[in-house]
């Protein structure tokens, strides 16, 4: 997880132009200009230009077609090599210290984003990172965890959890900074049924907007927008009763028509 500790003057205007251009809900949160990405040489994302406002956004597309990609370039883990990523007004790559304030970031795998020992820990340092001091950061992070009736978990080591309560955990570590973007890289991917359902109807309840990428469609459906990535570029974009059964079309088309994947 990259953070930030730096708090000065200069943050603190930007802090306060960004939360005055965040706050207003006519204004996109996110924009994209002609932007590509090469990654080790090879075109991953190629002229995205884009515009996002919605208050939960959906990203689907086949494995490698640049989904993850794109969404890094939203919270400053990747900087685009053309075109520029504006977020709440600001280039990214003037707000990349700033961005992890704003902008939280689940994983799709727990493990690769958890770094403490213990959940307690794992919530207080986000707090920490805030300016909260040690021992107030332990008090609030229990507080927290009790208001999402995890307060039992909190001495437990994070590597003891169920795949459920990690991911949990994972989401909580995020929220407690308070951020007014929630971007989730498939985070219900290795969930059972119940899990997915209880993380899917706390996501719902969120003030935060939320861009999600999933496969799973049906967790999308009552999204207000859903882009749909192909080979590094958007292929659709509008409401999920459009793009989702057209995407699934394409699936179907693509299983028929290559059933042993064969061709790339
Ligand atoms: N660090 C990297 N270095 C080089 N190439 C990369 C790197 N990360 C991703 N790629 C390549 O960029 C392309 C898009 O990858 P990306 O992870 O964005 O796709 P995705 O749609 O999120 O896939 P998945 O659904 O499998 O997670 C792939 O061809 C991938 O191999």
């Not at 727990?110 to 959940?119: G, L, M, N, S, Y």
């Not at 820990?121 to 008090?139: D, S």
Request: proline share 5%; glycine share 8%.
């Amino acid at each position: 997880m990259a953070f930030w500790t730096r708090q000065n003057k200069d943050t603190k205007s930007k802090e306060a132009a960004i939360a005055a251009d965040f706050d207003a809900s006519d204004k996109p949160y996110a924009v994209l200009q002609n932007v590509s990405l090469e990654l080790e040489g090879r075109p991953v994302l190629q002229d995205i230009s884009l515009s996002l406002q919605e208050a939960r956004v959906g990203i689907v597309g086949l494995n490698g077609s640049g989904k993850s990609s794109l969404v890094r370039l939203f919270n400053g883990l990747r900087m685009p090599t053309g075109g520029e990523v504006r977020m709440f007004g600001v280039s990214t790559e003037a707000l990349r210290e700033e961005l992890p304030r704003y902008v939280g970031f689940v994983f799709q795998n727990p493990d690769h984003q958890a770094i403490f020992p213990t959940v307690e820990e794992e919530i207080a340092f986000g707090l920490t990172q805030l300016g909260v001091a040690r021992a107030e950061a332990r008090t609030q992070a229990l507080a927290f965890l009790d208001r999402h009736h995890c307060g039992h978990l909190a001495e437990k080591p994070f590597a003891d959890l169920s795949e459920g309560q990690k991911q949990l955990i994972c989401l909580l570590a995020v929220l407690v900074m308070k951020p007014k973007l929630l971007i989730l890289d498939e985070p219900m991917s290795s969930l059972d049924g119940l899990a997915t359902r209880r993380i899917g109807r706390k996501l719902a309840k969120l003030d935060q907007k939320i861009l999600m990428i999933s496969h799973d469609l049906d967790l999308l459906r009552n999204f207000d927008r859903v882009l749909w990535v192909d080979e590094g570029k958007i292929r659709m974009d509008s409401v999920p009763g459009d793009v989702l059964p057209a995407y699934e079309a394409d699936l179907e088309q693509r299983a028929e028509r290559d059933p042993e994947g064969l061709q790339p």
